[in-house]
């Protein structure tokens, strides 16, 4: 795969990035949410800069030569949403007044 990623080719690197997006699955073949898609996609992209340096001057999301990949993601990332994938927010339960006072014992 590191061979893929690191092709002078656009239109290459382009087809591997947008495949990546439409196949990658968890182990229990379920998907994963958008914004996880996101990241890993964000961490091949640091791979590609860490190996080839600062020949690597583009940028997958914004380069326009990247056009297939950019609507594979709106596609994708629109597909997951409307199957309320990744949709949900988990919110953390407020601090009671007894936490906080917990918090600021244990610290001294």
């Not at 182990?27 to 080839?52: C, F, N, P, W």
């Not at 927010?89 to 917990?102: F, I, P, Q, V």
Request: include cysteine; charge should be neutral.
């Amino acid at each position: 795969m590191l061979n893929m990623l690191l092709t002078d080719k656009h239109k290459e690197l382009c087809k591997v990035s947008s495949l990546f997006v439409m196949e990658t699955r968890k182990e229990d073949d379920k998907e994963y949410t958008h914004k996880s898609i996101y990241l890993m996609t964000a961490g091949l992209q640091h791979v590609m800069r860490q190996h080839k340096g600062r020949s690597l001057l583009f940028n997958i999301f914004s380069d326009s030569r990247f056009e297939l990949f950019h609507n594979v993601c709106d596609y994708k990332f629109h597909t997951l949403h409307q199957q309320g994938i990744g949709t949900k927010s988990k919110h953390a339960n407020a601090l009671t007044d007894e936490d906080e006072a917990s918090f600021g014992n244990a610290m001294y």
